[in-house]
């Protein structure tokens, strides 16, 4: 059973950093793509940046220039970068790792709660 464990949440001001990081326990096939969501209190969770296993990145608006996702595949980890927080990045951030090709996986991280004080 492939298990997805978050860690590097926490309280900070707006305008610091911090870096989540979620690694894969267990055997688990070449991924598609890992990905970073997030939600807010009262909001439907939103994508926050994905990456593929050839290293292609995509990014909300929101958080272009100031996140940025990176992996290491040989770990299977996929870390989040956040420079430049804003209270309205406020929420919990969950990992995920898929799959799109037989045999096809789509598992999420437990959450890990991000509080950025004004």
């Known amino acids: 059973q492939v298990q997805l464990v978050e860690s590097g949440g926490g309280l900070v001001q707006a305008g610091g950093s911090l870096r989540l990081s979620c690694a894969a326990s267990?055997?688990?096939?070449?991924?598609?793509?890992m990905g970073w969501y997030r939600q807010a209190p009262g909001k439907q969770r939103e994508l926050v940046a994905t990456i593929t296993g050839g290293g292609t990145t995509n990014y909300a608006d929101s958080v272009k220039g100031r996140f940025t996702i990176s992996s290491d595949n040989t770990k299977n980890t996929v870390y989040l970068q956040m420079n430049s927080l804003k209270p309205e990045d406020t929420g919990v951030y969950y990992c995920?790792?898929?799959?799109?090709?037989?045999?096809?996986?789509?598992?999420w991280g437990q959450g890990t709660q991000v509080t950025v004080s004004s």
């Open positions: 267990g055997s688990i096939l070449s991924f598609t793509s």
């Open positions: 995920n790792f898929k799959r799109i090709y037989l045999p096809k996986y789509d598992y």
